[in-house]
Nanobody, 126 residues
């Protein structure tokens, strides 16, 4: 099993920034990619960004490309999501996810995710 714990959510004004963190523990060797999904009220959970533990592969949803940056610190088993130029439509619960897939792009589907965190709320006010 792999446990994922998110932190860093909160309330921010449009145009502001937040950084989310996800700490992984347990059988982390069983997953090769870690990423973020989000779910807004009344909407389906959607892919945001992913990165491989090696750092060789990153992938972003078009809606966040150029504004969000995903990174990792292998020594801390932690993945970060730096979110800049936030918009009200970024408001959602953000979930950390982990998968055994080989590339970040392979992680865009919910069905490729083996482990989920509990989620952290991000609210962007206009």
């Amino acid at each position: 099993q792999v446990q994922l714990v998110e932190s860093g959510g909160g309330l921010v004004q449009a145009g502001g920034s937040l950084r989310l963190s996800c700490v992984a523990s347990g059988r982390t060797f069983s997953v090769r990619a870690v990423g973020w999904f989000r779910q807004a009220p009344g909407k389906e959970r959607e892919f945001v960004a992913a990165i491989t533990w090696s750092g060789s592969s990153t992938y972003y949803a078009d809606s966040v490309k150029g504004r969000f940056t995903i990174s990792r610190d292998n020594a801390k088993n932690t993945v970060y999501l730096q979110m800049n130029s936030l918009k009200p439509e970024d408001t959602a619960v953000y979930y950390c996810a982990a998968s055994p897939v080989a590339t970040a792009q392979d992680m865009t589907s919910l069905h490729r995710v083996n482990y989920w965190g509990q989620g952290t709320q991000v609210t962007v006010s206009s």
